[in-house]
């Protein structure tokens, strides 16, 4: 039986970078609301699914009206200032448009985002499928490992963004998948108000690890004397770490960042009948969404569907304000490198695991 795959797609994080991308174009939906990020999400994707030749779509969006982290630890993200209201109205629609999609879409109540993506990543195996994260934050670093890829979204969108497995992973952060958590929790996160060990950023972090192993092994190292550590990081930052505000620091910093993998995804890939998430999507319901926002109908339901379009084809919309980016010009080419070629995998898929 040949696995599949699931596209895990963190919707806070496309729609975030979406929305200042394009905010210069202002398109809106012919009903004059504000849609550019939106628009941007749907390409980006339909980029992802196409890239992965993904079989089931999840897309996670944080709860904007509570947080049971900020509940329970009132320095998280408090230093953010409010979002404007056209990116509020623009997540609450992503979560409307993508379901009108067909697509699995998971808000948990008061979680975030990276709960959503956990949890697929944890519960696919039992599936018998494989995930690929798709997201531009590093707080998903500690998911990948033998059965999850993580599409890092850079500048340049999904096309020009790196997949990361567990080796290219360590070569980009220093350390493995599973050490990642303990990097975080050292070096902090300034983005979630989170600060860390004092005397540790993620290089000294990266260091730390690879020779001890653990930060619990590292924090029990420095109280017992601290010769390993005094070799991997030096005298004074070992005596930082022998003292209870630096263990305090980073043991709150884990209990944080540490992610729920139990979330009810509503994701069946072994029922017949098209659920909700699983392709091939519905063709009725993938050419208006696309046509709506300015995006090619055609082309997202040959992606969505596996198949030609049947019906008559939507007609785009165009807002009138809207321009598109200036074209880029390109590099020319350089004459191809002759590579022997290697036995062809089983599916698409199997190149990406």
Known sequence: MTTRTVLAVDGNSLLHRAFHASARSGFRTPDGRPAWAVRGVLAQLLAAVDRTCADAVVVGFDDRLSSIRRDRWPVYKAHRLPKPDTLHEQLDRAVD?????GVAVVVPTGLEADDVLASV???????????VIVTSDRDSFSLVDEHTRLLRILNGG?????????????????VRPDQYLDLAALRGDASDNL??????????????L????????????????GERCTAAIGAARTRTLATDEARDQWQLNREVMAMVRTLELGLDLAV???PTGVLPLDEQAIGP?????????????????????????????????????????????????????????????????
Not at 121 to 131: L, S
């Open 272 to 274: 017949d009948g098209a």
């Open 97 to 101: 448009v993508l379901r009108e999609l």
């Open 289 to 353: 969404v696309f046509a709506r926002h300015g995006l090619d109908a055609t082309a997202a339901v040959r992606a969505l569907t596996l198949s030609e379009p049947t019906g008559p084809r939507e007609p785009s919309y165009v807002d009138p304000r809207w321009r598109p980016a200036p074209a880029t010009r390109l590099a020319p080419l350089r004459a191809p490198v002759l590579v022997l070629a290697e036995p062809e995998p089983a599916s698409v898929q199997d190149t990406l695991f």
């Open 158 to 174: 999904v096309d020009a963004s790196p997949l990361l497995d567990p080796q290219r992973l360590a070569m980009v952060a220093g």
């Open 121 to 131: 990543a944890a519960q696919a195996p039992a599936m018998e499928a494989r995930t």
């Open 195 to 208: 600060p860390g060990v004092r005397g540790f950023g993620a290089k000294t972090a990266a260091k730390l």
């Open 210 to 225: 690879t020779q001890l192993g653990t930060a619990a092994d590292a924090f029990a190292d420095a109280a017992a004397g």
